[in-house]
T-cell receptor, first 110, second 110 residues
């Protein structure tokens, strides 16, 4: 079945540093989504990407939909302590199924 | 506005007991509905999805079943729970854009 490879698995960074994480897939997706999940809660949508090559920002977050439609990255600039959490990429196929990556756990050192 | 309700928030059930988790959506019609399971520290695994009333697709063979008796109601069930059914269960909906998740049900089978 479809699988997403998300990396890195975890990151422990200093406050103020930039963060980059990415996802690759063996399948083409029509939409790429990035979510953040805090402990004990459901994922919250951060950025949605609908076109190959699209680059979208949401505050300090920037994400891109790869030209091949098989990859996406998320950057967080000037990290702050509240950025702590697990970040998931997800690809949506033509039948609206959403397949998730395994997550990137981000820890920020004040 | 569109909202998604999921209950209960937490549940502790003995092995062999039945299960019924309910998810309802408000403020939209004919949504695609999904059930995901998340094991501790892991990504989200798609269990079932539904594109309409009584139209259910199963992604993973397992001890669970799903039903959609009404357009905006999605129910996850089991006749006899196993220890391996423990996890964080999330309901989600979409009408073609990004998914919106419920707040989740943490199920512990003892």
């Amino acid at each position: 079945g479809q699988q997403l490879n998300q990396s890195p698995q975890s990151m422990f960074i200093q406050e103020g540093e930039d963060v980059s994480m990415n996802c690759t897939s063996s399948s083409i997706f029509n939409t790429w989504l990035w979510y953040k999940q805090d402990p004990g809660e459901g994922p919250v949508l951060l950025i949605a990407l609908y076109k190959a090559g699209e680059l979208t920002s949401n505050g300090r977050l920037t994400a891109q939909f790869g030209i091949t439609r098989k990859d996406s990255f998320l950057n967080i600039s000037a990290s702050i302590p509240s950025d702590v959490g697990i970040y998931f990429c997800a690809g949506m196929d033509s039948s609206y199924k959403l397949i998730f990556g395994s997550g990137t756990r981000l820890l920020v050192r004040p | 506005s569109q909202t998604i309700h999921q209950w209960p928030a937490t549940l502790v059930q003995p092995v062999g007991s039945p299960l019924s988790l309910e998810c309802t959506v408000e403020g939209t019609s004919n949504p695609n509905l999904y059930w995901y399971r998340q094991a501790a520290g892991r990504g989200l695994q798609l269990l079932f999805y539904s594109i309409g009333i009584d139209q259910i697709s199963s992604e993973v063979p397992q001890n669970l079943s799903a039903s959609r008796p009404q357009d905006r109601q999605f129910i996850l069930s089991s006749k006899k729970l196993l220890l391996s059914d423990s996890g964080f269960y999330l309901c989600a909906w979409t009408t073609g854009g990004g998914y919106t998740f419920g707040s989740g049900t943490r199920l512990t089978v003892v």
